[in-house]
T-cell receptor
Framework: GAVVSQHPSWVICKSGTSVKIECRSL??????MFWYRQFPKQSLMLMAT?????????EQGVEKDKFLINHASLTLSTLTVTSAHPEDSSFYIC???????????????FGPGTRLTVT | DQQVKQNSPSLSVQEGRISILNCDYT??????FLWYKKYPAEGPTFLIS?????DKNEDGRFTVFLNKSAKHLSLHIVPSQPGDSAVYFC??????????FGKGTHLIIQP
């Protein structure tokens, strides 16, 4: 299989606080994980590419100091939304690509998403 | 500038018939194309993909066709089933890059 989990599935936080979202590949190793954001009735937009053991690369318009990404191991990447504001409220989805061993491919497998609401 | 376009926001198909979802792209550097199925408040589920060196890939009821010269791909689902009702996203990338998604097509399968 290729299962990706995210935690938490939903979170409500107050403006100005920070929130950490975890993304785990449960049954495969992923040297590369991706973070996407989806606003209501919009498409998924790539925010950043998370590489194990190195700095994340961010898409144009995404503030790296606001969205901190850490890819600490081959199965875990975290996204921390710092000093969250209501406009950061969105559906955050991670994906992982099986990059080594049997079945290495370009398909990305997505987590179930995290609904962030900033009040 | 939308590099991946799905021009039909919704599509209604009768159960048992063929569903055809279309996707156009503008970036000729894309070399890999994927289709995902998504329900509200859930992550996308991978359906099928195709490399730019191929023009067809089939997996069960799902077939993806790629026309590179027209920068167009389509997903065929046959026969369509009620459980196929969902939003379908077309996505593309180059090499190991992150995906660029279209806006999605809401497929409704009518009994």
């Amino acid at each position: 299989g290729a299962v990706v989990s995210q935690h938490p599935s939903w979170v409500i936080c107050k403006s100005g606080t920070s929130v950490k979202i975890e993304c785990r590949s449960l049954d495969f190793q992923a040297t590369t994980m991706f973070w996407y954001r989806q606003f209501p009735k919009q498409s998924l937009m790539l925010m950043a590419t998370s590489n194990e053991g190195s700095k994340a690369t961010y898409e144009q318009g995404v503030e790296k100091d606001k969205f901190l990404i850490n890819h600490a191991s081959l199965t875990l990447s975290t996204l921390t939304v710092t000093s969250a504001h209501p406009e950061d409220s969105s559906f955050y989805i991670c994906s992982a690509r099986r990059t080594s061993g049997t079945g290495a491919s370009y398909e990305q497998y997505f987590g179930p998403g995290t609904r962030l609401t900033v009040t | 500038d939308q590099q991946v376009k799905q021009n039909s926001p919704s599509l209604s198909v009768q159960e048992g018939r063929i569903s055809i979802l279309n996707c156009d792209y503008t970036n000729s550097m894309f070399d890999y194309f994927l289709w995902y199925k998504k329900y509200p408040a859930e992550g996308p589920t991978f359906l099928i993909s195709i490399s730019s060196i191929k023009d067809k890939n089939e997996d069960g009821r799902f077939t993806v066709f790629l026309n590179k010269s027209a920068k167009h791909l389509s997903l065929h689902i046959v026969p369509s089933q009620p459980g196929d009702s969902a939003v379908y996203f077309c996505a593309a990338n180059r090499g190991a890059d992150g995906l660029t998604f279209g806006k999605g097509t809401h497929l409704i399968i009518q009994p």
